[in-house]
């Protein structure tokens, strides 16, 4: 199935100072770009057609992949002055590149990409700002065995702030922690099929508008997630992604575990 990324908004919450321009898709986690990490989790799926919604920072997300150097993470042998690599990141991606505005809602952008899809009856969608560990052939599978026009993944409450239950005159009842609530936020990562695009409307939302009109018509299916999942929608959490990064604490970087596997069979 082709991967639809969401590489165009502004990321505001993620700049670090006023002179930081890097779009969010390239802020790094370890050697490699956010956006990086995310496509490796779909090519370790097997799905390795990607379509860049590309809006805000295009041009510099563009050039990212096109002075792509492999031997930065990757083995290699130089013979005669010529790069021979060991492995491989990329040589199998096929990557479209799509200016679909700066302004473009999530919705509005994944219309302006729909004739790049092709014939494809279903395929995926990311926000492009969050990493996890979720099995995505398991994902899939029960997605088709729903019936649902489309899923997301979704994920128990993230937040550390504590709601209060607190009377008219101020007396407070109850504290309880956002994360102890029986609720599941959206986890960005999608499996859709294109009878989705029948409830985006000219300038719409993914969410907000297809979503939201199939939830409750047994046509939306959420795939629960209670494993690691983290976004890197603000400086600090990318940090804090980019610092485990460096201890070796990286669990969705799913392909590492099955190269771990093949070695200790071998």
Request: hydrophobic share 40%.
């Amino acid at each position: 199935m082709k991967v639809v990324l969401f590489c165009g908004g502004y990321g505001m919450r993620m700049r670090n100072g006023d002179g930081d321009t890097i779009p969010k898709p390239l802020q790094m986690v370890g050697p490699r770009p956010l956006l990086w990490h995310i496509m490796k989790y779909y090519a370790h799926y097997g799905h390795t057609e990607f379509v860049l919604c590309l809006g805000y920072g295009a041009a510099a997300i563009k050039q990212f992949f096109l002075d792509y150097h492999e031997e930065e993470s990757n083995d290699f042998v130089l013979r005669d002055g010529k790069v021979e690599l060991l492995a491989t990141d990329m040589s199998d991606w096929s990557i479209t590149f799509v200016d679909t505005g700066v302004e473009s809602p999530i919705g509005e952008r994944l219309r302006r990409v729909r004739e790049h899809l092709g014939d494809d009856e279903y395929f995926l969608a990311n926000y492009s700002d969050v990493l996890t560990d979720a099995p995505l052939d398991t994902m899939i599978e029960k997605y088709h065995a729903s019936g649902a026009v489309a899923s997301m993944l979704v994920v128990p409450p993230q937040s550390s702030f504590h709601c209060v239950d607190v009377s008219e005159a101020g007396e407070i009842k109850e504290i309880v922690p956002v994360s102890r609530f029986p609720i599941w936020e959206n986890g960005g990562y999608f499996v859709l099929s294109q009878a989705v695009f029948d409830h985006i409307p000219p300038g719409g939302d993914l969410v907000g508008d297809a979503c939201m009109a199939l939830a409750g018509r047994g046509e939306l299916f959420g795939y629960r997630h209670d494993g690691f999942w983290k976004p890197a929608d603000t400086f600090k959490e990318r940090a804090e992604l980019d610092l485990d990064y460096g201890r070796g604490i990286r669990p969705w970087a799913v392909w590492e575990r099955s190269a771990r596997a093949s070695a200790d069979v071998a």
